[in-house]
């Protein structure tokens, strides 16, 4: 992810270090996880980051894992509410 998709009020170092730990969170996840959207997941990822650094958090783990989970929640829910649904509209098409 380029730089310019981090917020400026970050510092370079702060943004830097969001682009590293959301690079090893992606390889993560593509290693764990298999085929993922690109666009969505780097997103969710690079906003929980971008809300820890905010408050002051620069560890590069614990953003990394927060991260992680933080998607890995996103998507869990994201999947109840389509099946919860499917099973209320007779597996018609949810969105």
Not at 20 to 39: F, I, N, R, S, T
Not at 58 to 65: G, Q, S
Not at 87 to 92: E, L, S, V
């Amino acid at each position: 992810m380029p730089l310019n998709e981090i917020p400026k009020y970050l510092t370079p170092e702060v943004r830097s270090l969001i682009e590293v730990a959301l690079e090893d969170a992606w390889h993560e996840l593509l290693k764990k996880d298999g085929a993922l959207e690109a666009a969505p997941t780097r997103n969710k990822l690079r906003s929980t980051m971008v809300a820890l650094a905010s408050v002051g958090e620069t560890d590069h783990r614990k953003l990394k894992w927060f991260a992680i989970h933080a998607w890995r929640g996103a998507l869990q829910a994201q999947q109840s509410a389509s099946a919860v649904c499917a099973r209320a509209n007779g597996m018609a098409a949810c969105t």
